[in-house]
Each structure stands twice: as C-alpha cells, then as structure tokens.
C-alpha cells in the first residue's frame, strides 16, 4: 500500500501550468523569405484568400500568391506600363482579391484565373482596402479631408466630411467584428455602423495619431503617441476602464500597423525601422506600473533574425501563423511546443546538468549560474558559478548538493547551508546520488566511483578496468538503490555491501541515461538499445521497432499514462502501456508523436549529459540542448488540425499556361501535361504530403510525396478527371483534396472514323492474305497430286511393262509345258492348278494397274462412298444412309483416292467394333471446304482408347490421320460411351 502510494504522489504533478504562463516572442518558430528564396521583394501588403491562398502585393506592380512553397506572379491583364507597387490589397469573401495600384492609380480584381483593371475614380492616396459584412469594397485615403471611397453593387461612392467623416489625415480602417467599420484619424476614430450610410465621430483621441485594432474579446483598442490601450469594453461596447499605465509601443511619425492574435497578444508593424513589437497579453487596465507595462513590450529586430527593419503590416493565418510584412521579405512566427527559455542560454561544455527536486522543483546548471525553477515559475539564480556545475542531486533533507570543480555546495531553501570537500576524482564528477543510508556516491568514469560518509570520502570497488569497471550515469530505483552503468556491458544495483548486476549485451555500450521509473522498474538508454529491467528480466527494443528509442539520453514518466525520451535530434512520446507491449513483444511498433526543430527545439540534444531531461513537479519537461535548457508541457502541445485546403493552380498544356482551370477541352494529341496543385498549409509547408490520381489513366493512387506536380505525356483521347489530395504537417488528409475534368478530342487518326476506315482495310488485308494462302496451299496440294499421278502412272507402266508381261510368258511357258503332258498325270493336275491360280495373280496385278492409272478424270465422292459401303461386310447387314448437302463439285483422283481409304477403313470399324444399327454419311460442300461426316449409333469408343488415339498394336485411327494430312485436310473423331461416333474428315476446296 505504502508503495502504490508512493507511485502516485511521485506521478502526479503540482499542476500543469504550461498555457499560465506567458509566451516570449523567443517561444515561436521563426521562419523567413527573401529574394534568395524566391520572395519578390519589396513587399508591402499581405492577405489570406478565400481559397487559402496568400496573396502578397509587392513592389512595381507585382501581384503574388504563395502556396508556402512557390511564389506565382500574377500580371495584371489588358494594362501596358509601370503601374507602380501595390498599396492596397483585401480578399472578398467571395473570393475575389482586390488590389490598387500606386502609380497607374487603377484598381483591380483577379477572378477566374485573371487579374484586371476596373472602372473606377482616379484618385492618388489610397493606401488600404477592407470589405464589409454587406461585401462593399472601402478605399482608405491619406490626404487631409479626402475621405473613403466605396464600392457597391457595381457603383463607386465618394464619403467625406458631408457623410460624418473629418476633416482630418487618416491612419487606419478596421471592420470590427460586429461589422462596424471604424476608422482612426490624427484627432480622433469615427465608426459607421452595419447597414448606416453615415460616421458618427466614437472617440476624440486629442492628437493621439493611432491606429486601431480589436481583441479577441471585441475590445478595440488604440496604438499611438501614449501607447497602447482599449477604447471601448468586450465586443466594441461601453466605456473601457480607466488606464492605469498604457503599454509603451513605438511612436514613429507614423504609428505602427497593430494587430492582435487569436490569444490575445498585441502586434505592431514598425514602418519607420523599428522592426517588430508584441505585447504579451496585454491588460485592458494597462500595467500596474510603467516597469510592469514595459516588461510586456518585446521588441524583434534585424539582429534577431527579421529580414529587415522596415515592417508595414501583419495578418494572423487560419491555422494561427503569424506573418511579418517587411520591406524584404515575409517573416513568418508560430508558437513552439518546445519553449526557449531566455535566461538559460548559456550550457555547460558537458550539458547542462538537471535535477528535478521531491519539492517539485527543477535546477538547472549552466556555465555561469545555476538556477532554481519553482513549480509554474520562471527561472531563477540561486549560485553565481565560477566553476562549471557538473552534476547535482538531492540529499536526504531536500537540499540540493551541486557538484564542480570546487567544493561541494549545499543549498536548501533560499541560501547555501554548507560546503563539502570535493570528490578526490581526478575526472569530471559524472552524476550523484544518495544512498538509502543517506551516503553521498559519486561516479567519474575515467576515476572511478566514491563515496561520502562520516564526512569523508573513500574509493568504493578498487580502480578502474575500462573493460569491467567504467562508472558513469546513475540513478536510484523505487527501493532506494543505486543504480549506475557499472562498465560497457554491465549495469549495477549498489544497497552497499550488496551488488546486483546484469548483462547490457554481448558488445561494449556507451550507456547515456539510466532512469528509476516510479513503477518500480529501470529503464536504459544506450548507443545500441532501449531497456527495461523488471523483475530480474532484461527486456530490450532494438531498432526494427523504432529508431527514436536509438541513444535515448533522457526518459521521463507522466500522470497521463506517457513515456518521453530524448535522442540527439528529436522529443519522443509513446503511450506506456505501448511501450511495455513493445519491450513483451519484440514485433510490436508502438505509435510514437515526436517533436523536433520544427516545433522549436532550438538544436541537438546533449550528448554527454548524464540526463538530458527530468519532469517538474507542475508537469514540465526541461531539456538539456546544445544552446541551452528549453521546456515543454506534455499536457500542451501544438498541433495542426486543420485539414489543408487544396487548390489546382494550373494547368500547361504543351506551354500553354490555364491557371485556375476549371473543366476545359484540351487541343488534341497534346504531347505534355503538366498539373500544378498545393495544399495551402502553412505551419510546415515543406512537409505537405499529396497524392493524385488521374482516373481514366492512372491505375490508383500515386505518392509523389511533397512534390507539388503531376507529369503526363501523350494522353490519348478521352475524358479525364485529375484528383488530389493534401495532409498537413501532421499527417491530417484532406481526403475530399481537389478535382478538375478535362477532355482531350481526337485527331483524324485518332477518331472512330480512322478506326473504322484501319479495321476495313485490315479486314480487306487479312483476306487478301488469306486468299493467297489458300492458292499456295492449293497450288502446293495440287503440285504434289500431280506429282504423285505422274509417278503412280511411271509405276502402272513399269509393272505392266515388266512384272505382267513376264509373268504372262512365264504362264504360257509353264501350259506349253503342261500340254505335252498326258491327260490324268498328278504333275499335269498339279500345274494345271498353278496356273489357274497364276492368272488370278495376273488378273489381280491389272486391276492394281488400274487403280495406279486414275488420273484420266475426276471423281464422284457420292457413287465412290456408295460403293464403299455396298462392299463393306456388315453382319447383320444394316442401313447406310448417304446425304448430299451443297452445290457438288468434282473432286481430285488422288484425292478421291486417300477419301476412298478413309472411309473404308471408318466403316470397316463401324462393322467391326461398333454394333450399330445404322450409319449416316453427310457430304457437305461448302463455299471453302468439303466436308465428310461418318456417324454410326454404335456403343462408342472407350475413352481412355479416344485420348490414346489408337489401340496398341493397331494402325487404323493413325493411318486415318495421316491420310487426311497428305492430301491437305484435317481428320476430328469424337465419341461417348454409348452415343455412337463421329468421324468428320475436313478438305480445303481448291479454285
């Protein structure tokens, strides 16, 4: 029970207290533009747009918008000639940007991707341009008694003293937040009221010569030759109290343009070279003294980084930027997370040693001084030092002892209550800490560790081995015991005379902060790893789960359930209960928010401190950097969420520049497109983050990161429709982004017409080249019949030339021989018998010889299959049925002659294997084929005999094939079991 209450008192902070107190002008970013990086200086006027857009009116006549990025020049159209810098510029709610033109005298409007000139009255003095609730257009005017002048519902109106206004200089317009117009003038501000056609004087100012603004509670207030105070009460109304002492802003000639932000600081513009005031929350009762109200006033110059001395006006962004007009360039102020701390700028060549105190306090030691930092106060010096603090910790009694080059000092309270001998080290006192006995331990690396007790010191452990024995960082654990890293593989827990150890790794490590979580654990930072000890286990996170928990040199635990750690370049917060999962489950990557340079850390982080960051008890962090301490308050970071509004700003078609494109028709076959598009934030606008897509070409999304243009080439013709979208800097999508639809026609060759026109020819083409084919396959197939008629013919004639004629003798020779013999004898019966079978050889031979010889003519496929199947022996005898479809055409010999085999040996098989009860033969002669179908409604050929196609040992399928390959044509066999078989020969009509 004791513990857990300990854990919570040590976790709950005093208070959180970072919005309390006030913010410097130190405690912003500061990010600036000039020419050499693509401001168009001199500038003089800026305003946000309607679209996000910032629009800056710079000098001869240019108009500008920026995306954060790029500065686009606008020019203005259908004017030649110098038309002189900008000095008026306003964007309308509608979108519109309204500008004035000093030397031409001539107003103009950018609307629909154009800047023109308007009708308007020449006049010489403007120098300022606001819009109304009612979208009425005001020109301020400089000379004495000039007055305004209005633009409404397309007509201009001159006011002057004849509508209430007098006869006087002014010096500043303002539309109030209740959509009164004011306007301040050298002897007093006079105010139109919504829906009024006449000023009414609200303030004699006495020669006061200010200018106006309004706070965020609707209080206007004035910035002249007193200074600057409120006129009126909350929301323009009543009195204002009385002033004690106004806050003390510059008085030039001219006073400054002033302006206050969403937080209710006070802005001045200082046209005369005075550069840059703020007032830090200005108290509509002024100070409570002229020091106090001075105190307030911060001024930012030249040497403090602002492009130039000279500024002329100020303008609060949507996401809460602050921009300086100045008359070199932009400047550009935002509130940092990470606060600077003006005092603390002096570090220790070893970093700034830091002790967060059980009071809640913080102390800091830097290089000249070490500071004391109550919960939600400033910093305050409680040692001049002369010798560089090193370390300091906390002694038993809530004294702090700061360790240096000198003898110990003890402070408590509000003064120094002792001094102790310094550590016999030769080395720098690494880190100190006390022991559950109330003994001081100190570690110095290089000379090893010590220990004071009974007001002395002694070497604790023997000397140093660099390779088992290096003492640096060290801390105390939830039980009081020391904990340090003992050498480069090892950390140690010291309840004297007992030491506990364990092993950091296989490999040396520079070990650089060690932290006592108040949940009982330890926690390590090192060169190599991030660790937890708990429980006697060792638990690690390595690099695959993040490079943030890589030289860790500071660990701090909230209230609110965050782990914080520091590296060289980067604050870190994870979710402790992610982190613990982290350490259990080597997989595991944990969110992680971090914070760098972009939200005011001002450089790296100390390397050789023993704890770059400690936790005060109001719930601050303090963070030990090269040009100092800063802090932050965990419970208060700045963020961005706002959504980027995202704009395509051009399009270039081949050159061609279409700004602001809306849906467009583009010229056919363009060769290059090129889209340009932002996402208008400006907290961070180098970490702006896009994707794009291109329906209709692009197959999905496409990444291309910060870069802020789309490339294509050679699009085809068709309709398309370009998609972007935009995170901030952190990380927030603007899922719905940007759209713009356009189409592109097609050429003559790239028109359906041309289509149509390519697939007749290629039709055309095709047969033409099919035509030919067929006559060379013709021609071959024909060839090669001739050919083997010619040699069927030279064989006829030979056998019938050679074999039969002398087998004919050799038979007359043998009946010669027979007849001398005597009727009866067995040799004559015998040879009477040979040569009756010797003529049914011959007779044989003849009809061989026929068939050789059947090139006389052409053939009759119908008489020739009819044939076939009189002589096929079906038993039973069954019906064959031969059909004749189509126009009948003559068919060649050679041909007819390899059909004939084909189908004799199809209905061959029939008789012999099907057991059908009928055949049907189709001829079909068709316009490019002759096509011969046997079908029998026999049982059917097995499968596995089908997918073989043939039976082992048996030629007839093959021979078939083969046949119908010779003569040009293709031979198909198909079957099931039990639905009979078709047999389909396929022949190629010749011309």
Same mark, same amino acid.
């Given at each position: 029970?004791?513990?857990?209450?300990?854990?919570?008192?040590?976790?709950?902070?005093?208070?959180?207290?970072?919005?309390?107190?006030?913010?410097?002008?130190?405690?912003?970013?500061?990010?600036?533009?000039?020419?050499?990086?693509?401001?168009?200086?001199? +500038?003089?006027?800026?305003?946000? #747009?309607?679209?996000?857009?910032?629009?800056?009116?710079?000098?001869?006549?240019?108009?500008?918008?920026?995306?954060?990025?790029?500065?686009?020049?606008?020019?203005?159209?259908?004017?030649?000639?110098?038309?002189?810098?900008?000095?008026?510029?306003?964007?309308?709610?509608?979108?519109?940007?309204?500008?004035?033109?000093?030397?031409?005298?001539?107003?103009?409007?950018?609307?629909?991707?154009?800047?023109?000139?308007?009708?308007?009255?020449?006049?010489?003095?403007?120098?300022?341009?606001?819009?109304?609730?009612?979208?009425?257009?005001?020109?301020?005017?400089?000379?004495?008694?000039?007055?305004?002048?209005?633009?409404?519902?397309?007509?201009?109106?001159?006011?002057?003293? $004849?509508?209430?206004?007098?006869?006087?200089?002014?010096?500043?317009?303002?539309?109030?937040?209740?959509?009164?117009?004011?306007?301040?003038?050298?002897?007093?501000?006079?105010?139109?009221?919504?829906?009024?056609?006449?000023?009414?004087?609200?303030?004699?100012?006495?020669?006061?010569?200010?200018?106006?603004?309004?706070?965020?509670?609707?209080?206007?207030?004035?910035?002249?030759?007193?200074?600057?105070?409120? &006129?009126?009460?909350?929301?323009?109304?009543?009195?204002?109290?009385?002033?004690?002492?106004?806050?003390?802003?510059?008085?030039?000639?001219?006073?400054?343009?002033?302006?206050?932000?969403?937080?209710?600081?006070?802005?001045?513009?200082?046209?005369?070279?005075?550069?840059?005031?703020?007032?830090?929350?200005?108290?509509? /009762?002024?100070?409570?003294?002229?020091?106090?109200?001075?105190?307030?006033?911060?001024?930012?110059?030249?040497?403090?980084?602002?492009?130039?001395?000279?500024?002329?006006?100020?303008?609060?962004?949507?996401?809460?930027?602050?921009?300086?007009?100045?008359?070199?360039? =932009?400047?550009?102020?935002? $509130?940092?997370?990470?606060?600077?701390?003006?005092?603390?700028?002096?570090?220790?060549?070893?970093?700034?040693? &830091?002790?967060?105190?059980?009071?809640?306090?913080?102390?800091? #030691?830097?290089?000249?001084?070490?500071?004391?930092?109550?919960?939600?106060?400033?910093? %305050?010096?409680?040692?001049?030092?002369?010798?560089?603090?090193?370390?300091?910790?906390?002694?038993?009694?809530?004294?702090?002892?700061?360790?240096?080059?000198?003898?110990?000092?003890?402070?408590?309270?509000?003064?120094?209550?002792?001094?102790?001998?310094?550590?016999?080290?030769?080395?720098?006192?690494?880190?100190?800490?006390?022991?559950?006995?109330?003994?001081?331990?100190?570690?110095?690396?290089?000379?090893?560790?010590?220990?004071?007790?009974?007001?002395?010191?002694?070497?604790?452990?023997?000397?140093?081995?660099?390779?088992?024995?290096?003492?640096?960082?060290?801390?105390?654990?939830?039980?009081?015991?020391?904990? =340090?890293?003992?050498?480069?593989?090892?950390?140690?827990?010291?309840?004297?005379?007992?030491? *506990?150890? /364990?092993?950091?790794?296989?490999?040396?490590?520079?070990?650089?902060?060690?932290?006592?979580?108040?949940?009982?654990?330890?926690?390590?930072?090192?060169?190599?790893?991030?660790?937890?000890?708990?429980?006697?286990?060792?638990?690690?996170?390595?690099?695959?789960?993040? &490079?943030?928990?890589?030289?860790?040199?500071?660990?701090?635990?909230?209230?609110?359930?965050?782990?914080?750690?520091?590296?060289?370049?980067?604050? /870190?917060?994870?979710? +402790?209960?992610?982190?613990?999962?982290?350490?259990?489950?080597?997989?595991? %990557?944990?969110?992680?928010?971090?914070?760098?340079?972009?939200?005011?850390?001002?450089?790296?982080?100390?390397?050789?401190?023993?704890?770059?960051?400690?936790?005060?008890?109001?719930?601050?962090?303090?963070?030990?950097?090269?040009?100092?301490?800063?802090?932050?308050?965990?419970?208060?970071?700045?963020?961005?969420?706002?959504?980027?509004?995202?704009?395509?700003?051009?399009?270039?078609?081949?050159?061609?520049?279409?700004?602001?494109?809306?849906?467009?028709?583009?010229?056919?076959?363009?060769?290059?497109?090129?889209?340009?598009?932002?996402?208008?934030?400006?907290?961070?606008?180098?970490?702006?983050?896009?994707?794009?897509?291109?329906?209709?070409?692009?197959?999905?999304?496409?990444?291309?990161?910060?870069?802020?243009?789309?490339?294509?080439?050679?699009?085809?013709?068709?309709?398309?429709?370009?998609?972007?979208? !935009? !995170?901030?800097?952190?990380?927030?999508?603007?899922?719905?982004?940007?759209?713009?639809?356009?189409?592109?026609?097609?050429?003559?060759?790239?028109?359906?017409?041309?289509?149509?026109?390519?697939?007749?020819?290629?039709?055309?083409?095709?047969?033409?080249?099919?035509?030919?084919?067929?006559?060379?396959?013709?021609?071959?197939?024909?060839?090669?019949?001739?050919?083997?008629?010619?040699?069927?013919?030279?064989?006829?004639?030979?056998?019938?030339? *050679?074999? @039969?004629?002398?087998?004919?003798?050799?038979?007359?020779?043998?009946?010669?021989?027979?007849?001398?013999?005597?009727?009866?004898?067995?040799?004559?019966?015998?040879?009477?018998?040979?040569?009756?079978?010797?003529?049914?050889?011959?007779?044989?031979?003849?009809?061989?010889?026929?068939?050789?010889?059947?090139?006389?003519?052409?053939?009759?496929?119908?008489?020739?299959?009819?044939?076939?199947?009189?002589?096929?022996?079906?038993?039973?005898?069954?019906?064959?049925?031969?059909?004749?479809?189509?126009?009948?055409?003559?068919?060649?010999?050679?041909?007819?002659?390899?059909?004939?085999?084909?189908?004799?040996?199809?209905?061959?098989?029939?008789?012999?294997?099907?057991?059908?009860?009928?055949?049907?033969?189709?001829?079909?002669? !068709?316009?490019?084929?002759?096509?011969?179908?046997?079908?029998?409604?026999?049982?059917?050929?097995?499968?596995? @005999? =089908? $997918?073989?196609?043939?039976?082992?040992?048996?030629?007839?399928?093959?021979?078939?094939?083969?046949?119908?390959?010779?003569?040009?044509?293709?031979?198909?066999?198909?079957?099931?079991?039990? !639905?009979?078989?078709?047999? *389909?020969?396929? @022949?190629? /009509?010749?011309?």
């Amino acid at each position: 029970m004791i513990r857990l209450l300990l854990l919570a008192v040590m976790l709950l902070p005093l208070a959180s207290v970072g919005a309390d107190i006030p913010r410097s002008l130190s405690q912003y970013t500061h990010q600036r533009w000039t020419d050499e990086n693509g401001i168009p200086g001199p +500038t003089f006027n800026l305003v946000q #747009g309607k679209d996000g857009y910032l629009w800056v009116g710079a000098g001869e006549g240019a108009l500008y918008r920026f995306d954060g990025v790029r500065f686009e020049k606008i020019e203005l159209e259908g004017v030649t000639g110098r038309q002189g810098s900008i000095e008026g510029l306003v964007a309308a709610a509608n979108g519109d940007v309204w500008t004035w033109f000093v030397l031409s005298q001539t107003f103009a409007v950018y609307r629909s991707g154009a800047l023109r000139a308007i009708e308007a009255p020449k006049v010489s003095d403007v120098t300022e341009l606001a819009e109304t609730r009612d979208g009425a257009i005001w020109a301020r005017r400089t000379g004495k008694g000039t007055g305004l002048l209005r633009y409404a519902k397309g007509e201009w109106r001159k006011f002057g003293p $004849a509508d209430g206004l007098p006869d006087d200089y002014s010096r500043s317009m303002l539309v109030a937040a209740d959509g009164a117009l004011w306007v301040s003038y050298f002897h007093s501000v006079s105010r139109l009221a919504p829906g009024a056609d006449r000023f009414e004087k609200a303030f004699d100012t006495q020669g006061e010569n200010g200018r106006i603004s309004q706070d965020p509670s609707g209080r206007i207030w004035i910035s002249g030759k007193r200074g600057s105070y409120p &006129l009126t009460g909350p929301g323009a109304q009543g009195a204002a109290p009385p002033v004690r002492f106004p806050y003390p802003t510059a008085n030039p000639p001219v006073p400054g343009r002033p302006m206050f932000d969403r937080d209710g600081h006070l802005w001045l513009a200082l046209p005369f070279g005075g550069g840059l005031q703020r007032v830090t929350a200005p108290d509509p /009762a002024g100070g409570n003294s002229a020091e106090e109200a001075a105190s307030r006033v911060e001024t930012f110059g030249v040497r403090d980084g602002l492009t130039a001395a000279v500024t002329t006006q100020l303008l609060e962004d949507r996401e809460g930027n602050i921009w300086v007009v100045t008359e070199k360039g =932009l400047d550009k102020f935002r $509130a940092a997370t990470v606060r600077v701390e003006p005092m603390l700028t002096k570090p220790t060549p070893f970093g700034d040693a &830091l002790m967060a105190s059980s009071d809640g306090s913080v102390y800091i #030691g830097e290089s000249d001084a070490v500071y004391r930092v109550a919960p939600g106060g400033q910093p %305050q010096v409680i040692l001049k030092s002369t010798s560089t603090p090193s370390a300091i910790c906390e002694g038993p009694d809530g004294a702090a002892w700061i360790m240096s080059s000198e003898p110990i000092v003890v402070w408590k309270g509000d003064r120094i209550v002792g001094r102790v001998p310094k550590a016999p080290a030769e080395a720098v006192i690494q880190d100190c800490a006390f022991d559950r006995h109330g003994d001081l331990w100190v570690t110095a690396k290089a000379s090893g560790m010590f220990r004071y007790r009974d007001k002395r010191w002694e070497p604790m452990f023997g000397p140093v081995d660099r390779e088992n024995y290096f003492p640096s960082g060290m801390t105390r654990d939830s039980r009081q015991r020391l904990v =340090l890293q003992w050498g480069p593989k090892t950390l140690s827990w010291i309840d004297h005379p007992e030491r *506990t150890s /364990a092993k950091l790794g296989d490999a040396p490590e520079n070990l650089i902060t060690v932290y006592g979580s108040p949940r009982g654990h330890v926690l390590s930072g090192s060169s190599r790893a991030f660790r937890q000890f708990r429980d006697g286990r060792v638990e690690t996170i390595t690099e695959a789960q993040g &490079l943030h928990y890589r030289g860790v040199k500071g660990i701090a635990e909230t209230s609110g359930g965050d782990t914080w750690t520091v590296n060289e370049n980067f604050i /870190a917060r994870t979710r +402790t209960a992610d982190l613990d999962r982290a350490f259990a489950e080597p997989a595991f %990557q944990p969110a992680v928010v971090k914070l760098s340079y972009d939200d005011g850390l001002p450089g790296r982080i100390y390397a050789r401190a023993a704890r770059a960051m400690v936790r005060g008890g109001d719930g601050r962090l303090w963070i030990s950097t090269l040009l100092g301490t800063v802090w932050m308050d965990p419970e208060r970071i700045i963020r961005n969420a706002l959504m980027p509004p995202v704009v395509i700003t051009s399009l270039i078609v081949d050159g061609k520049l279409h700004r602001d494109p809306g849906s467009l028709t583009l010229p056919a076959a363009p060769s290059n497109v090129e889209i340009n598009y932002a996402g208008l934030s400006y907290a961070n606008p180098k970490r702006v983050e896009f994707r794009y897509r291109l329906e209709g070409y692009d197959k999905d999304w496409v990444d291309p990161g910060t870069r802020r243009q789309a490339f294509y080439t050679n699009l085809a013709p068709g309709t398309y429709r370009f998609r972007v979208k !935009a !995170a901030n800097n952190e990380g927030v999508w603007n899922e719905t982004g940007a759209a713009l639809d356009f189409e592109i026609p097609p050429t003559f060759v790239q028109s359906r017409t041309f289509l149509a026109l390519c697939i007749a020819l290629g039709v055309l083409l095709l047969w033409a080249i099919y035509r030919l084919r067929v006559a060379q396959v013709t021609a071959r197939i024909r060839s090669r019949l001739e050919a083997q008629t010619i040699e069927r013919e030279r064989i006829a004639r030979e056998l019938h030339d *050679t074999l @039969l004629q002398s087998t004919q003798g050799l038979i007359l020779h043998i009946q010669a021989a027979a007849t001398n013999m005597a009727p009866g004898e067995a040799p004559r019966k015998q040879l009477e018998a040979a040569l009756e079978h010797a003529n049914d050889v011959v007779a044989e031979g003849r009809n061989r010889v026929l068939d050789l010889r059947i090139a006389g003519g052409q053939g009759d496929v119908r008489t020739v299959l009819q044939e076939i199947a009189d002589a096929t022996p079906f038993d039973p005898r069954i019906p064959v049925h031969i059909k004749v479809e189509g126009k009948v055409r003559p068919v060649h010999p050679l041909v007819l002659a390899e059909v004939k085999q084909i189908a004799s040996e199809a209905l061959f098989n029939i008789a012999r294997h099907a057991r059908a009860k009928s055949v049907k033969v189709t001829l079909t002669f !068709a316009l490019r084929e002759l096509r011969i179908r046997i079908h029998d409604d026999g049982i059917g050929i097995a499968e596995e @005999l =089908l $997918a073989a196609g043939s039976k082992p040992g048996h030629f007839g399928l093959p021979g078939m094939r083969e046949r119908a390959q010779n003569i040009g044509g293709t031979l198909a066999v198909e079957s099931r079991p039990g !639905a009979g078989t078709d047999v *389909t020969l396929i @022949l190629p /009509a010749s011309d």
